[in-house]
Each structure stands twice: as C-alpha cells, then as structure tokens.
Nanobody
Framework: QVQLVESGGGLVQPGGSLRLSCAAS????????MSWYRQTPGKERELVAG????????KYADSVKGRFTISRDDAKNTAYLQMNSLKPEDTAVYYC????????????WGQGTQVTVSS
C-alpha cells in the first residue's frame, strides 16, 4: 500500500521556520522524483520545490527561492522541506508528491499538512 505521510506543519510567526517531512512507504522511494506543492482555498495547487532522483537536481518557485530548501534521505525514505523566513503568504496546505522518474503514471500524493504564518 502506497503511503506518503506529511508532518511538521503548524502555526509560526512571520520570520520563523518550519521543517516539513514526507515519509514514504509501499514503493521504491529511490526511483522517484520528489516534490512539494501547496494550495490555498480557491487557488490551484502550485509547485513549491522539487528534487530529482538522479543527480539530486533541485528547482524552486521564484517566491521561495533563497528561503526554502528541499532535500531527501533515500535511506529513510523521507523527503524534507526546510522553510525559513516564513511570510504570511506562505500560509497554505502543503502536499508531498512522488513521481516515478520514467513512468509518469506512478504519481502519488500525501494528505497534506497545514502551514499557517501569522502573528
């Protein structure tokens, strides 16, 4: 059974930090590119950051460059999103995504974790 379980969300003040984790099970984690998306009510889900399986290449949305860092630990089947200098506009539900490097149909989502940035 494929599972992606996000954790680490919560309420933080502007300028603060959070670290999201995405624990994967039920598939071969090392064969998948990993990404974080976020969504707010009434808006489409948007890509925040991604990291490839091969070469560990990373990409970021312009709005988070220099503040967020994506990483992965294949030994722990876990992906991370370190979020620093958080802003109120970062408030959203954050979702973890796993997509097979070569077979795009193998595409999995977590249930999401709420991040709220507010004073």
């Amino acid at each position: 059974q494929v599972q992606l379980v996000e954790s680490g969300g919560g309420l933080v003040q502007p300028g603060g930090s959070l670290r999201l984790s995405c624990a994967a099970s039920g598939f071969t984690f090392s064969n998948y590119d990993m990404s974080w998306y976020r969504q707010t009510p009434g808006k489409e889900r948007e890509l925040v950051a991604g990291i490839t399986r091969v070469g560990r290449s990373t990409k970021y949305a312009d709005s988070v460059k220099g503040r967020f860092t994506i990483s992965r630990d294949d030994a722990k089947n876990t992906a991370y999103l370190q979020m620093n200098s958080l802003k109120p506009e970062d408030t959203a539900v954050y979702y973890c995504n796993a997509k097979h490097t070569y077979v795009g149909a193998y595409n999995y989502w977590g249930q999401g974790t709420q991040v709220t940035v507010s004073s």
